[in-house]
């Protein structure tokens, strides 16, 4: 039980320097690693619980599982969708960005204009 | 569905179906609109006919549908409703053709009178609801089916008037929301009940009750225009003539002051009202209400705004009727709701006549329109002296029976309010008369819109319908003691409420 | 009942399936692909609402495995209510969707909106919350494509604000799923009705806590309500409408049911935990009426509108202990709700199509040409004001009642001036529309919409009100949910 237990005060560590970092890093690339490293954490702690008096617990292994799935396709939407933001506005960040989109648009513009 | 069921819904459906119809009519469909608007109106007409004669020999007309457990929607045309639902009735007939005439040639009118019949349809819900619930939920649909048409004419006037009156109702329907929601906490379904329905149940708070009573009167005195929530009143008077008509003698107010009646005869029951000392703060109410409006009144150019005033002053009459203690301040209340229906219509039809077609907007510009527009004038005037309770007027009679009431009541104050009241009324309408018939007219008028032709003055549709309820202003009160009188109606009424109370 | 014709598998399978078909086939088979199989969807509910109606709850398992490897998927009067919501909407949001994108459907629109429609199904008829975690995912995922599908920066940038809050709300969800089968060795949501007590050890805390604010993450909720402006501002209409309307209901279903459920022992045992989602809530109720007064654009006016009706659902959670009226009022409310945003959503985008504008100042006049989109508005807006005869008005009752059953009166207060603020903002836009067009804002009428767009926006608005009269079926329903 004791493997168990350091897995899962990982995870947990895990977890939380991965919110940390999807909450107050800045960069998308890096925001999205973040939140792969909370679920990562959140895995092991399913992983290192699922030891029951020694015979492994196929249940968590396959929630587990699962959950990777879901994280890769989530992962896979970010990061398309990253590309996409800075293919239409250079940038890698979606800090200070409005809701009334104009100043996107303002910014695309100019940049286009610059690059002429 | 027996017949004592259907007949309350076919008097709604009478003003609902054609309202339905006509707002899908293109514009220029002139004479079906007109056909399905009068259609309307007599059917409605002649099923409260029925509904009339029913009630008088005694037969109960009601309809219950449960929405959701606790909360029905009941319909109860009783002697009570009978006499809202009359007056609307046949004032509606009335409005219905000045507006047709008001309005020829205006744009929208298939909105417009499609959200009018909504209007009236409302009415008929509030006058025939039997419990709060009913009543509440058609008293916000009036709300929001008069606001269109304040709005109509789509100026920046009408549309800050329409805000000013959403702003006021809106509020009120949530005061009066709240003190529905709390009294059927405490008590039960808010069943309008003959005698009162708190006054069958023990043991409830004297103090929870005043609270309630102050909120569930906060509520419906917005739309009766009571000090100091009649602010929305003079402002909704940018809305054309036939709409001020309605507001004012019909739809809006009288179902503020119909509320007020309901609250103090069926759910608290008017000696339980008494009891917990909840009438003379209302009297007092009603008592500034009478003069400020009044007052006001005196100082107003513009004319709609002067009538406008001093409907305050007069709805207040009928919740001064409420307060007064007896069957005799009940039935002067009572009488004058319909009585001040009709004389109050038919200076609104003639002002809406004096603006259609001469542009006469304000009190000043009316010098000699008794020479070009002698009949209009004449309607106006015999409103006028009603509304001074001179005698021979529907207005007298109303003034006499709540003088008698105030001092069986031993309020003897209220007599000298209605004297001052009276008093007032004289001083802003007699100068208006003697404007009319003694002074000489201007070179021409502000803005001549309908012709002389022969000795008609003005359009056909616009002329009759006041002289109409001119007449039956003077008719009312000449056969006052006859059988199919409002006042005897009113009579009915009192004996049914004081007999209960007595038992 | 053969589990081969078990409606509640149905449920998932089909958009599952006619979203693939969808992808697969060219875009013009879109909408009849959709509309087929929500068809069918509806049907299905159908089915079962007779199922539950009958035996009180339905239950099947997936390829017959038992749990807990096995998926089992549970249906009882308050999934039903929610798939009924769910498909009728939907329904209507399609047939809104095939006129408007007449021209231009945004890449990937049929199969995303099946997608999202098969995660929502199963998101109502799961009984273990790992399930449920997927199936929030799945919602998630959806949704994001969605309000990003085909759009410029201003979109992207939306989409993926709304991303990354919804993948920290599922994780949250996630790890507190993890905390507690590592406390109790299961994750079904009934057994841990039963296992967990007031004396759960702090892990068990944590994971509540942890999926509860993950969850408020999702649904928007003061002070996590950041993402939902310009995500449903800014997408096309129907996709505002299937998230105002629709998949914020979810999260906050699966709130409802967590906190009633697996965590009810924990929620009783801190009284005071209750007022924490009301005080939210009414603060949502204020700060998102004011924004939506203030709002610039009409989208944005009926975004922040969603934040604001969305605190009214969370002011239910002090009343709960008082039998059903509070339950009731809550469901009812977002039925209600859930008809009338899709309506005003649905009428908002013929307006601005239509006008050209989408700005608030854009509506002057609009009565004259658009009288039905107006009117669906103006119903709709009823709902929200909560005046009769409409669903919002007996939710607000009924929450007015429970309030003063449970002895918060300020509750009251709350909901009566949230009416009222919701009146300003509504007639702001009605009253704009009635106004006579001064030369300002003469907008050329392109071409006569549709009939069917207008015509949409009313059938869902004056179901918000025609739910106002009939309900008692709906709250019988809801009343036979064990709180």
Redesign the interface.
Known sequence: MSAGLIYAATGCLLFVLGLGGVLLLKALLRRILAFNLMGSGAFLVLVGLAQRDGTPDPVPQAMVLTGIVVAVAATALALTLARRWHALTGRDDIARVRDTGLQIRRKANDRRKAAR | MTSNQWLPLAVIASSLLPGLIIFALPEKRVALRTALNLAGALAKAGLVGLLIAGVAAGEEYGLRH????G?EIVFKADALALLFVTLSAVLWLFTTLYAIGYLEHAP?RS?FFGFFSLCVTATMGIAMAGNLFTF???Y??L??AT??LV?????PQA?RG??IY?AYT??G??AL??GI??L??LAGPGEFTQGGLLATIPGLDPLTLQLIFALLIAGVGVKAAIVPLHGWLPQAMVAPAPVSALLHAVAVVKAGAFGIVRIVYEIYGVEFAQSLGLLLPLAIIAAVTILWGSTRALFQNDLKKRLAFSTVSQVSYIVLGVALFGPLGTIGGLVHLVHQGIMKITLFFCAGNYAETLGIHKVSEMNGVGRRMPLTTLAFTIGALGMMGAPLTAGAVSKAWLSDGASAAGMDWAIWVLWGSSLLNAAYFLPILHRAWIKLPPPDWPHEEIHPLGRRETAWLLLLPPLFTAAMTLGVALFADSSISPLAWARLIADREYLNMAE | MSPLLDPLAWLILLPLLWATLAFVAADRHGPALALAGIGAQLLCVIALAGDVASHGSNGHLAGGWAEPLGIRLVADGLSLVMLLLTQGVALALALYARSYFSRATPPAFWPLTGFLLAGMNALFLSGDLFNLYVTLELVGLAAVGLVAAGGGAAQIAAALRYLLATLVGSGAYLFGVALIYGSYGTVSASLLGTLITAEAPLAVWLAGGLMLTGLLLKTALLPFHFWLPPAHGGAPAPVSALLSALVVKASFYLFLRLWLGPFAALTEALPGLAQVPAALGAAAILWGSWRAIRADRLKMLVAYSTVAQLGYLFLIFPLLGTGALALQAGILQATAHGLAKAAMFVAAGTLIKVGGSDRVLGVAGAAAHLPVSLFAFALAGVTLMGLPPSGGFLAKWLLIDAALAAGQPWIVVVALSGGLLAGIYVFRVLRLAFRRPTAHDDVPLPQRPAALLEWTAFALAAGSVLIGLGAAPLLALIAGVQP
């Open positions: 449960a929405i959701a457990p909360i929208h909105r509440f939920v058609f916000e649909l709300t929001l606001f269109p709005v109509h004419r789509g100026t549309m329409g805000s959403l809106l509020a329907g949530a929301l709240a929601v709390w059927d906490h």
